[in-house]
């Protein structure tokens, strides 16, 4: 079945430093897979997707993620965080046309 | 380009009755799909709907349910409302929605209290 774990519930940086935030997954075929961002009361946009090709993924604000078929990981990182990067984070599967699999969410907090 | 828009932004139903939720796709987008978001269970899907059609189900009771019109705005529907269904609602619209990978823009949500 596939299924989405994101280990950390909580992130605190301090603006500037670096961030990577974990993902992995469980799905039996090469998946499709996605980072969304979710500001407090706001829906879900789309920060980067991975879906062949080249593993390492830019997406916008600065984003990038790195698919590894390995450790079946796919994993956020930001070399500079900035305070408005503060929001909630779903790595997220999507099989079948729309029905993604989400993870839990990590929660950011930038420390000025 | 206008956004996926869902309206209302915020409800505050008694238990008991029941309430419709609408949602706005992307225009040209015939995929819609809903979702529930509560801080326990996360984000879980509901049902998908492509050319008026349900194409995908999650596990929730027959008390949910929707529907797709012509123009592929979607409605969903939760009679009989219970404590447990206050949630944010998610709405997500893509292109065709077929195969895997296909890019979903999400709306804001309609924001759910049942008391």
């Known amino acids: 079945a596939q299924s989405v774990t994101q280990p950390d519930i909580h992130i605190t940086v301090s603006e500037g430093a670096s961030l990577e935030l974990r993902c992995n997954y469980s799905y039996g075929a090469t998946p499709y897979l996605f980072w969304y961002v979710q500001s407090p009361g706001q829906g879900l946009q789309l920060l980067l997707k991975y879906f062949s090709g080249d593993t390492l993924v830019q997406g916008i604000k600065g984003f990038e993620a790195e698919f590894k078929r390995s450790q079946s990981s796919f994993n956020l990182r930001k070399p500079s965080v900035h305070w408005s990067d503060a929001a909630e984070y779903f790595c997220a599967v999507g099989p079948t046309g729309n029905q993604f699999y989400f993870g839990t969410g990590t929660s950011l907090t930038v420390i000025p | 380009k206008a956004g996926v828009t869902q309206t209302p932004r915020y409800l505050i139903k008694t238990r008991g009755q029941q309430v419709t939720l609408s949602c706005s796709p992307i225009?040209?987008?015939?995929?819609v799909s809903w979702y529930q978001q509560t801080p326990g269970q996360g984000l879980q899907f509901l049902f998908e709907?492509?050319?008026?059609?349900?194409?995908n189900k999650g596990n929730f009771p027959g008390r949910f349910s929707g529907r797709q019109f012509s123009n592929s705005r979607s409605e969903m529907n939760v009679s009989t409302l219970e404590l447990g269904d206050s949630a944010l609602y998610l709405c997500?619209?893509?292109?065709?929605?077929?195969?895997?990978?296909?890019?979903?823009?999400f709306g804001q949500g309609t924001r759910l209290t049942v008391v």
């Open positions: 225009s040209g987008h015939r995929s």
């Open positions: 997500a619209s893509s292109k065709s929605g077929t195969g895997g990978g296909t890019e979903a823009f």
């Open positions: 709907y492509f050319s008026e059609t349900q194409r």
